[in-house]
């Protein structure tokens, strides 16, 4: 089982950015996935957690400026970043779990993470 994150780089405040996280060895749509992330000094936080019954979860802090498809055929799910400001710089990482409401310690396998920086 493994999860590979991808897609991060440098963008200037307002750009966007699309965030890949491709997974081997299950299959996607039978569980939730989590995006998170880690700014420097900061504790990981939760951003976005996609339901396989397509419900979604995220904090106000991206509501309206984040948002998750996932590609069956791919075994992919992408997180589409828009209006990126530079608190949102940080490293993001994809998990798995049995459900978003999951604490972050059962979610069970994990990208390595791809890093965001939002800097002019």
């Known amino acids: 089982v493994q999860l590979q994150a991808s897609g991060g780089g440098l963008v200037q405040p307002g750009g966007s950015l699309r965030l890949s996280c491709a997974a081997s060895?299950?299959?996607?749509?039978?569980?939730?996935i989590g995006w998170f992330r880690q700014a420097p000094a900061k504790e990981r936080e939760g951003i976005f957690c996609?339901?396989?019954?397509?419900?979604?979860y995220h904090p106000n802090s991206v509501k309206g400026r984040f948002t998750v498809s996932r590609d069956s055929a791919k075994n992919t799910i992408y997180l589409q970043m828009r209006d990126l400001q530079p608190e949102d710089t940080g490293v993001y990482y994809c998990?798995?779990?049995?459900?978003?409401?999951?604490?972050?310690?059962?979610?069970?396998?994990w990208g390595k993470g791809t890093q965001v920086t939002v800097s002019s």
């Open positions: 996609s339901s396989r019954d397509g419900t979604t």
């Open positions: 998990a798995r779990a049995g459900g978003c409401h999951y604490p972050e310690t059962d979610f069970d396998y």
């Open positions: 060895g299950f299959r996607l749509d039978d569980y939730d």
